[in-house]
């Protein structure tokens, strides 16, 4: 690989970043006006003007009820894990927010060892265990009050890593244009009767913001595909950790959230733990373990 290639890759994931603290953000400046389900809901549904190209790829694809199965059942995970993050962005500061998403590539590599046959070695052990310290120390039990708001971050980590899980089964036999459109149509339809149940009007102004969301994240998906085509993850992923300042300086700036030092360090950790965990893999030439953004809304 070049050094114009490396540049390119670390550009392209830099700005991935941006993208999805952008989406974050705007999530955050609805407020709560929207119930998180229906705020959710909106985003995809708005979002489905975006898979006007997948859907020739998805009907040619003739999907095997087994297929369907997984489809269904990823649709489902992600559905709970994507209300679960629209509502901890009205509870917690933004930083928290988005040091807690972290964890999802580690859920991953846990769920690997225990449902796909993955061998865990003592270094990628160690490497665990450092992600989970560095969420304890986000948290602080015993010393601060944990937020209901935490627990919800902690649910969507992990239903995110479970909904990739579920993704890696199709990869093989599927292109990225199904498995993404199929994502979409299955999360809008599972959101559907959670935003009927809270229902509330909404004002065009949140519609703007929520279409803002949809493009953002599609975006930002677009720009990460774009640094995996010009260099390897292990060059891209230390770039990930930027999107923890970005949201800090963002809460700051934005929404006068104070900055706390453990939240970062506690961050840090997590994000050192998962580019080592991603460095082991490329090492072994093993793709099970995904980066930070591939577990995301």
Request: hydrophobic letters at 55%; charged letters at 10%.
């Amino acid at each position: 690989m070049t050094q114009p290639s490396a540049r390119r890759g670390i550009f392209w994931m830099v700005v991935t970043g941006v993208m999805f603290v952008t989406v974050t953000a705007l999530v955050k400046y609805t407020d709560g006006r929207v119930p998180a389900a229906q705020s959710a809901f909106l985003r995809y549904l708005l979002g489905l003007v975006f898979l006007i190209p997948m859907i020739k790829p998805i009907l040619d694809a003739h999907l095997t009820k087994r297929q369907l199965v997984l489809f269904s059942a990823r649709g489902f995970v992600h559905t709970l894990a994507v209300i679960c993050w629209f509502y901890a962005m009205t509870r917690i500061p933004l930083a928290e927010v988005t040091a807690m998403n972290y964890l999802g590539p580690v859920y991953v590599t846990i769920g690997a060892a225990l449902f796909l046959g993955e061998k865990l070695a003592l270094p990628r052990i160690a490497a665990i265990i450092c992600a989970l310290v560095g969420a304890l120390i986000i948290l602080r039990p015993g010393f601060r009050e944990v937020d209901i708001g935490h627990i919800a971050m902690l649910f969507t980590a992990f239903g995110f890593g479970a909904g990739y899980l579920l993704a890696k089964q199709l990869s093989g036999q599927l292109g990225p244009a199904v498995i993404v459109g199929m994502l979409s149509i299955t999360v809008t339809i599972g959101l559907a009767p959670f935003a009927y149940a809270v229902w509330v009007p909404v004002s065009f102004h949140d519609i703007v913001i929520l279409f803002g969301v949809a493009c953002f994240a599609t975006a930002g998906h677009y720009t990460m595909t774009l640094a995996f085509a010009v260099a390897p993850v292990t060059v891209t992923q230390p770039a990930t950790f930027l999107q923890l300042v970005w949201a800090t300086l963002l809460g700051v700036v934005v929404f006068g959230e104070p900055v706390d030092a453990w939240v970062v360090f506690g961050g840090l950790v997590i994000v050192a733990s998962v580019i080592f965990i991603t460095w082991r893999e490329a090492q072994k030439k093993r793709a099970v373990t995904p980066v930070t953004h591939e577990t995301k809304v």
